[in-house]
């Protein structure tokens, strides 16, 4: 599960995700009139381009996490958003017309499960979508110049590349494993400009995730350790760091 004070995740996380929400309701053809569903909320990235689209009658939000279930409730009134897991879906056969998980699947405790969920609840028809950072590219570099500058301190953690999902190619894997039917693959990418180093450091200390886990975990000469190192990593300020996510889009079949 992926835990963090909703306004934290938005500084560290959410300047990405907000940009991935539009390529990836695209990509799962979300239009007026739809009934979509978001698995794995968060605070409302992708949330708050579904109801843009859609009005907040006509989506509904799930998470694991009780903090982010209440941001989406202040945020976003109206919409249906309820405390469960990706794995055990508190809907219908055939809800919806689409499901979407953006940034999800390689926090799910069972991804297949999870996705198999997304399948049964989306009409006969309906789209199954989803994206996650191409971690072991080392192609979202906010979160891989962290972990290469702590390996480099620790050789022995294991960062997040090793999720599922994340490598080339995996994520359809899951897909066909679900059950999904005309799986197809794409790309996106998020931009986000940083004035100085402290502007992408500071966010990254606020406890958001395996990153805000794993800081949090050191004493003070540690993270100075880190910290230096990651200012080594990256380029002299200003700078921008672009990100790439896998994404994949499945038909849920009967």
Known sequence: MFEGAPASYDRFMGVYSVQLAPQLADFAGVRSG?????????????TSELVARLGADN?????????????IGERFPGTDVQRA???????????FDA?????????MSDPVAGLREMRRVTRDGGAVAACVWDLPGGRAPMLSVFWQAARQLDPGIEGEAGRPGTRAGHLAELFEEAGLSEIQEAEFRARVEYTTFDDWWEPVTL??????SYLQGLDDARVAALRERCRRLLPEPPFTLTAVAWAARGVARD
Request: hydrophobic share 50%; proline share 10%; with cysteine.
């Open 34 to 46: 739809q009934h979509v569903l978001d698995v794995g909320c968060g605070p409302g990235a992708l």
């Open 85 to 95: 897991p990706a794995e055990e879906l508190p809907f219908a056969d055939g809800t």
């Open 99 to 107: 499901a979407l998980a953006q940034l999800v699947v390689h926090f």
């Open 207 to 212: 406890g958001v995730g395996p990153v805000g």
């Open 59 to 71: 989506v509904s939000a799930v998470d694991p996490s009780e903090s982010f279930v209440a941001a």
